[in-house]
């Protein structure tokens, strides 16, 4: 419904912030983190938004990164996970090091963020690694897994950053773009996250 919300900062509260746009004040909720990097009050700032309806609750939950507001809405569509414990973990570790956890299923970073156990941490790592397997059937299937060299699949850590990229919701047509400019940069795992998020987010 909102794809994004630009106004005046006008309150910052303990989950949330207030955004003037024409007069009209939204609530937005948001991670702590970005409660504090948003900005000064008065000052003109956009926030990506995502649009919470539940029987008895309808919220905006707001992240100053479309890959936050991607990480937000896979974390919502693992069985168990609600927006208040989406938006907790958002606080507590960046997309690129929550893609990297799960695709090398590092189930103790999961499980150290507050009100995540080893069980919970199991299905995220689970549920959305079966995720991707079953978009990577799909694109198979359809014909549009996009077709890159072999020198770029022959290497292991671009192997599980394009995973991890995919995980953060991006196509294999955009990452395979990107992993081709990076793949002579002798980049760790997580470098090649955060640069290929670098770049896609442009």
Request: avoid cysteine; glycine fraction near 8%; proline fraction near 1%.
């Amino acid at each position: 419904m909102f794809a994004y919300i630009k106004g005046s900062f006008e309150e910052r509260g303990s989950n949330y912030v207030v955004i003037d746009v024409s007069g009209v004040g939204y609530k937005i909720f948001m991670s702590e983190k970005s409660i504090q990097s948003i900005g000064e009050i008065g000052e003109k700032v956009k926030v990506h938004t995502y649009y919470y309806v539940r029987e008895d609750n309808i919220s905006l939950y707001g992240f100053l990164t479309k890959e936050e507001l991607k990480m937000f809405e896979l974390l919502l569509s693992v069985s168990g996970i609600g927006a208040k414990s989406a938006i907790s973990m958002l606080s507590n570790i960046t997309p690129s090091s929550f893609a990297f956890a799960v695709i090398s299923n590092d189930v103790n970073t999961l499980k150290g963020l507050p009100g995540i156990g080893a069980k919970t941490a199991q299905r995220i790592i689970l549920e959305l690694q079966d995720k991707l397997k079953a978009e990577e059937k799909l694109a198979m299937i359809e014909g549009a897994k996009e077709q890159i060299t072999a020198e770029i699949y022959n290497n292991e850590n671009i192997k599980e950053a394009i995973q991890a990229l995919q995980i953060l919701g991006y196509n294999k047509k955009e990452i395979d773009k990107v992993m081709e400019k990076l793949k002579n940069e002798n980049l760790n795992v997580e470098e090649l996250i955060k640069k290929g998020l670098s770049l896609l987010s442009r």
